[in-house]
T-cell receptor, first 114, second 114 residues
Framework: AQSVTQPDIHITVSEGASLELRCNYS??????LFWYVQSPGQGLQLLLK??????LVQGIKGFEAEFKRSQSSFNLRKPSVHWSDAAEYFC????????????FGSGTRLLVRP | EPEVTQTPSHQVTQMGQEVILRCVPI?????FYWYRQILGQKVEFLVS????????KSEIFDDQFSVERPDGSNFTLKIRSTKLEDSAMYFC????????????FGNGTRLTVT
C-alpha cells in the first residue's frame, strides 16, 4: 500500500541548532517527493520537491532534503533553525503524472526554543 | 507571486445544509484540486479536475460532493447535505499543465458543521 510515514509527531530544537525531520515512504513506482510547511492558520507552502536528478535538493528558507532510494527516505534538514521556522511540516509523495493525487504524512510539529 | 485564494476562510453551517467553498486558482493553471484535513489527521486528496471534468477522485468524494468551474476564474466544491464528519479544513490547489510543476495550495477554508 502507498503510504508516507513521519515518525516524529513533535520535535523541539533550540534556535540556531540543526534540524532533521524524517520521512519514509512506500510507493509502487518512482514518486515525486515534496515537503510542505503549514504555519498556524495558513495554507500549505511548498518548501522543496524532488522529481529527478541530483538527490540533494535545495528549497526555500534554507531547507534542503536528500532522497535516498535505498532507504525510501526523503529527510528534511536545516543547518540552523530560526524561531520563525516553528510550524507543522508535511512530507508528501505523488505519482509522476498530473493527477497530483498526493499522499501526505501525518506531519511533524516543530517547536523552537529561544 | 500569484496565489490560490479561497473564500471564506471559515464557514459554520448546520448539519444537512448545503455549502459551497470557493477558490480562485492561479490564472494560467489548468489542473485544479481539492484536499481536506480533518483536525489532527492527515491531508487527504479529494478530487482533481481538468478540462471541465473530474480526472480522478478518492473514495471520500461521494455523491454528496461536486465540483464545478462556473466561469473562467472560480473553482468550487459543493457539499450537498453536510454531516458532522465533514468538519475539516478544505484546501484548494492548482498546477500548470506541464508535468513536474509543483502544486500550489490556498490557505484553506475551515468548515465547521454543527
Amino acid at each position: 500500500a502507498q503510504s508516507v510515514t513521519q515518525p516524529d509527531i513533535h520535535i523541539t530544537v533550540s534556535e540556531g541548532a540543526s534540524l532533521e525531520l524524517r520521512c519514509n515512504y512506500s510507493y509502487g513506482a518512482t514518486p515525486y517527493l515534496f515537503w510542505y510547511v503549514q504555519s498556524p492558520g495558513q495554507g500549505l507552502q511548498l518548501l522543496l520537491k524532488y522529481f529527478s536528478g541530483d538527490t540533494l535538493v535545495q528549497g526555500i528558507k534554507g531547507f534542503e532534503a536528500e532522497f535516498k532510494r535505498s532507504q525510501s527516505s526523503f529527510n528534511l534538514r536545516k543547518p540552523s533553525v530560526h524561531w520563525s521556522d516553528a510550524a507543522e511540516y508535511f512530507c508528501a509523495v505523488g505519482p509522476m503524472d498530473s493527477s497530483y493525487k498526493l499522499i501526505f504524512g501525518s506531519g511533524t510539529r516543530l517547536l523552537v526554543r529561544p | 507571486e500569484p496565489e490560490v485564494t479561497q473564500t471564506p476562510s471559515h464557514q459554520v453551517t448546520q448539519m444537512g445544509q448545503e455549502v459551497i467553498l470557493r477558490c480562485v486558482p492561479i490564472s494560467n493553471h489548468l489542473y485544479f484540486y481539492w484536499y481536506r484535513q480533518i483536525l489532527g489527521q492527515k491531508v487527504e486528496f479529494l478530487v482533481s479536475f481538468y478540462n471541465n471534468e473530474i480526472s480522478e477522485k478518492s473514495e471520500i468524494f461521494d455523491d454528496q460532493f461536486s465540483v464545478e468551474r462556473p466561469d473562467g476564474s472560480n473553482f468550487t466544491l459543493k457539499i450537498r447535505s453536510t454531516k458532522l464528519e465533514d468538519s475539516a479544513m478544505y484546501f484548494c490547489a492548482s498546477s500548470e499543465i506541464i508535468v513536474g510543476r509543483p502544486l500550489h495550495f490556498g490557505n484553506g477554508t475551515r468548515l465547521t458543521v454543527t
